[in-house]
């Protein structure tokens, strides 16, 4: 029989015990994620970089640029959880436990290219800082990261968050390109966790929105492979 070419296209489950109930872009995204953290675990960060080491080289110099343009200019992007069911306690224990875990940070984004210790992927460095490839919108970020003070942190700290943590990055060449300042504050049941992160002043404007975009995603992942952690300790 000749069909009607007028009528809008669609599509449904009839059956299937496992998927009746499904959202297929759900489905898709966590098989994307799982294909990634396949190959990047394959891979690791060394050759992860290796492969994608023009556009880092190249990023590395502008963030170098802006660093240098905006002195000590920053601009500043503000985030806030409310985490339940995960003891702020086993959070913090979680967190330094995982720092450089880097199947973990893999499956937490699916651009994160590395996060691990800077001797596993440059053996002659010397160091075991952690460092960090990822991309922040359209232009990529490698930074060594730092667990220190910076100056002027007192003042972005609220008296509500008794508990807080200083992070700094740097370039390979040892520039300052991001700083933050992590607090908690204990509930009943969680914490809530707010996040000031920050940038040289001089960064493209349209780079805040993905950075947290970017902080967004990884940060809902996070909770939740430390919350795992939890329910099964």
């Not at 970089?49 to 240098?68: H, K, N, P, S």
């Not at 500043?76 to 720092?99: D, T």
């Not at 960090?132 to 990261?145: L, S």
């Amino acid at each position: 029989m000749r069909q009607s070419k007028t009528g809008a296209f669609d599509f449904a489950v009839v059956e299937g015990e496992f998927i009746k109930n499904k959202d297929l872009a759900t489905l898709e995204l966590e098989a994307s994620r799982r294909a990634l953290a396949l190959l990047k675990n394959r891979l690791g960060a060394a050759r992860m970089l290796e492969l994608i080491r023009e556009e880092v080289e190249e990023t590395d110099r502008l963030w170098e640029g802006w660093a240098a343009e905006s002195g000590d200019e920053w601009r500043v992007n503000l985030m806030e959880f409310k985490v339940s069911g995960l003891p702020l306690s086993h959070w913090l224990k979680w967190v330094f436990e995982n720092f450089t875990n880097e199947s973990m940070h893999f499956a937490a984004h699916p651009e994160h290219y590395a996060w691990t210790q800077a001797d596993r992927i440059y053996p002659d460095c010397g160091s075991s800082t952690p460092i960090v490839c990822e991309p922040m919108g359209e232009f990529m970020m490698r930074a060594t990261a730092r667990i220190e003070k910076w100056d002027g942190y007192e003042a972005y700290i609220d008296p509500d968050y008794p508990h807080h943590l200083t992070l700094m990055g740097y370039t390979i060449n040892g520039i300052p390109i991001s700083r933050s300042l992590s607090q908690f504050r204990e509930t009943e049941d969680g914490f809530f966790f707010r996040l000031t992160a920050m940038k040289p002043a001089k960064i493209p404007p349209a780079m805040r929105e993905r950075n947290q975009e970017h902080g967004f995603l990884e940060y809902a992942k996070y909770f939740k492979f430390a919350y795992d952690d939890y329910v099964g300790s």
